[in-house]
């Protein structure tokens, strides 16, 4: 997220075509959601969008983490709405599976 947001801030147009082409596919991998905290609330829009947009789209998204489920929305700091709505995007109408050894 965080190149996107440079993107973005730097060249309006060119983040505006990336999204559109992740918007296309018609299935996208989210490795490693949430390994990290997001801080930075531009991060945290970013990837509302894409999830929304997605969604809107009835486009495919695969999101892995290595962390449950119930801690994802402690990693989105500063903004519980966005936190929420982010975690409805990733979780509803959307299919868990967890696999452990």
């Given at each position: 997220m965080e190149s996107m947001v440079a993107l973005k801030e730097q060249d309006y147009d060119k983040y505006a075509r990336k999204m559109k082409k992740y918007l296309k596919w018609e299935l996208i991998i989210l490795d490693d959601f949430l390994l990290h905290t997001?801080?930075?609330?531009?991060?945290?829009?970013?990837?509302?969008?894409?999830?929304?947009?997605?969604?809107?789209?009835?486009?495919?998204t695969i999101v892995c983490s290595q962390r449950d489920t119930d801690n994802w929305k402690a990693m989105i700091l500063n903004d519980e709405v966005s936190a929420n709505s982010i975690m409805k995007r990733a979780t509803k109408h959307y299919t868990i599976k967890i696999n452990s050894r």
């Open positions: 997001i801080t930075d609330e531009r991060e945290t829009k970013i990837l509302f969008e894409l999830l929304e947009k997605r969604y809107e789209q009835r486009k495919s």
